[in-house]
């Protein structure tokens, strides 16, 4: 008996590795906890049992990632919202859509409290807002169209907090799960926040770019892909994060362990991640019904002409809406 056993052990040893398959996916910016269910997936070695081998490339502000997907040199793109994904389509750039892993982009409006401020209709009426020159051009745009603000109180957003924080009248931009940290950091008080979400900004975010040769040829890649990164944000939001949250912390030093859960927290109380048809269909739902609501009131808001994009090409639905994920959420405890 010992030696057939050591004879079929000697057997087990020698059989070749299952080969995994090497993926580069690239991020918008640079590492913190709104990416942190792709590392917890490569942490918790999710990926690896998905038989992926996963690299990621993260952005910043000297970085961009974007032309690497249609160039062929990373595999995934985490990008933005579904402007971008609009963008591509119109212009002919051969991506796709395959998974959101927010329900909610985290875009957001600050002001300061007791100001006036806690009612989002109040926001047109403040005297000066600081919001970024790509945000001037796009949600702000809805924003005027749908809401009634003006372009008079415009004033540029240089991702300094210092204007804002010396006028108590004054709104600005922010990534809902970022910016309200930052200020409670700087100024020991919590700012007021509405999310755009909350009040029509109907697109997914933190979308999950690939090519369009990929799914056609590989789909069983993307779907693997697809189910991992799920998993990972399960595990993320639901379990222990202190390896990717570590993981996250070597790739960008300026992020702290207090900053990283102080976000999770936001995301969970948000609704940022897990929520509306993520929470019954796992997350990165997505529908095209959503997708086309979204193009319409951006169409209404003159950035897009009726009929330039076409919506077939802009996510495909083949790899979401499974429930991927949701027993490992239900055994966490997820809520």
Same mark, same amino acid.
């Given at each position: 008996m ?7 052990? @000697?057997? !087990?040893?020698? &059989?070749p590795a299952?080969?995994?398959? +090497? ?5 918008? #910016?640079k ?5 942190g269910g792709?590392y917890?997936?490569?942490?918790d070695g999710?990926?690896?049992?998905y ?10 502000p ?5 032309p690497?997907?249609p160039a ?14 609009f ?18 982009d ?6 300061h409290?007791g ?5 989002? @209709?109040? !926001?047109?009426? &403040? ?5 970024? +020159?790509d945000?001037q051009?796009s949600? #702000?745009q ?10 008079e109180?415009?004033k ?7 204007p ?5 009248k ?5 990534y ?9 950091n700087?100024?020991?008080?919590k ?9 029509g ?24 892909f697809?189910?991992?990164s ?11 994060r ?13 992020m ?8 999770v927290?936001?995301?969970?109380s948000q609704?940022i ?5 993520a929470?019954?269909?796992?997350i ?17 808001a ?21 429930g991927?994920g ?5 055994r966490?405890g997820g809520?």
């Amino acid at each position: 008996m010992r030696a057939r056993f050591i004879a079929l052990a @000697a057997v !087990l040893l020698a &059989a070749p590795a299952i080969a995994q398959d +090497k993926i580069t996916f690239a991020t918008n #910016w640079k590492a913190q906890a709104a990416h942190g269910g792709f590392y917890q997936a490569v942490a918790d070695g999710t990926y690896k049992k998905y038989g992926l081998d996963v690299t990621i490339q993260p952005g910043g502000p000297q970085v961009n990632n974007r032309p690497l997907l249609p160039a062929g040199r990373i595999d995934f793109l985490m990008t933005g919202n579904l402007l971008h994904s609009f963008d591509n389509v119109k212009n002919k750039v051969p991506t796709v859509v395959v998974a959101s892993m927010f329900q909610k982009d985290p875009q957001a409006l600050l002001a300061h409290p007791g100001q006036g401020y806690e009612t989002f @209709a109040n !926001l047109k009426n &403040a005297p000066l807002a600081l919001i970024a +020159k790509d945000g001037q051009f796009s949600w #702000w745009q809805w924003l005027k169209v749908t809401h009634g603000f003006k372009d008079e109180v415009l004033k540029p957003y240089n991702y300094n907090l210092g204007p804002f924080l010396a006028n108590s009248k004054a709104i600005q931009q922010g990534y809902s799960v970022a910016e309200p940290i930052y200020v409670e950091n700087q100024a020991k008080f919590k700012p007021v926040v509405h999310l755009l979400a909350d009040h029509g900004f109907s697109t997914y975010s933190t979308v999950i770019e690939a090519r369009t040769d990929t799914v056609k040829n590989k789909p069983d890649l993307v779907q693997r892909f697809v189910d991992a990164s799920a998993i990972g944000w399960v595990n993320y939001l639901y379990g222990n994060r202190q390896a990717a949250n570590a993981m996250m912390i070597q790739a960008n030093p300026e992020m702290t362990e207090a900053e990283m859960e102080a976000s999770v927290v936001l995301m969970k109380s948000q609704g940022i991640v897990d929520s509306g048809e993520a929470a019954t269909k796992g997350i990165g739902a997505m529908n095209a019904a959503r997708v086309k609501d979204f193009f319409d009131q951006m169409v209404k808001a003159g950035l897009y002409k009726a009929g330039e994009v076409d919506l077939a090409q802009v996510a495909t639905y083949q790899f979401v809406n499974k429930g991927v994920g949701q027993d490992i959420k239900a055994r966490l405890g997820g809520k």
